[in-house]
């Protein structure tokens, strides 16, 4: 039976970075689970691969077909923005392991609807500091930076991966990315253990 892997952590925490690497990893064989979201794709962003960028029709259309695995909102300036996991035959636990990237509260809920014995967390953690100034520097390269979004985002990460929050899940393991190669080979090393 497959497992699904979790990759998640506050915002700037390396998660794309990490996420690539071992989605890379041949020795792993895992199969991306790519999320949905009706936020505007940034630059450099492609569709079907970091998101399926779709309108709120398209997920009301999603929500009265029952395919609505998680779904989360974030009230920007910008108006509500939606991400979300579809059951849309991306995931067949018969045949493959996956990797995802998530927040904690969706992998509550993807745990929830899989099974805990099939749904594990890897909880990305790097000090403040750091993150803060790789979240400025992704978004001055905006054609348009928002760094009101940025400052939104930043603050309810702190709040959205407390320490109560994480307990409550369960989640006492933090894979620290400040050597992205260490940290990388620590997940791998885990995840090799779980498959």
């Known amino acids: 039976m497959g497992k699904i892997f979790c990759l998640m952590g506050k915002s700037s925490s390396g998660k ?4 690539k690497e071992i989605n890379d990893d041949k020795e792993l064989n895992l199969k991306p689970v790519v999320s949905y979201t009706t936020r505007p794709m940034r630059i450099g962003e492609t569709q ?4 399926f960028f779709i309108s709120k ?3 009301d259309k999603f929500e009265k077909e029952n395919k609505v695995i998680e779904k989360r909102v974030y009230n920007t300036i910008h ?5 979300c996991t579809i ?3 991306q995931i067949d636990l018969n045949k493959y392991n996956y990797l995802f990237i ?3 509260e969706s992998y509550g809920e993807i745990k929830d609807y899989y099974g805990e014995d099939k749904v594990y967390p890897f909880y990305i953690d790097i000090d403040d500091g ?3 100034e790789r979240a400025l520097s992704r978004e001055r390269k905006e054609s348009n930076p928002n760094y009101d979004e940025l400052c ?3 603050l309810a990460d702190n709040k959205d991966f407390s320490v109560d929050n994480l307990n409550r899940l369960n989640i006492n393991k933090f894979y620290i990315n400040e050597e992205l190669e260490i940290c990388i080979n620590e997940i791998k090393k885990d995840i090799l253990n779980l498959i």
């Open 102 to 104: 998530t927040t904690l």
């Open 79 to 83: 108006g509500d923005w939606y991400y």
């Open 87 to 89: 059951n849309d035959g």
């Open 48 to 51: 079907g691969v970091e998101y």
């Open 16 to 19: 794309d970075t990490i996420f």
């Open 130 to 132: 750091i993150r803060l």
């Open 57 to 59: 029709e398209d997920l």
């Open 152 to 154: 939104r985002r930043f």
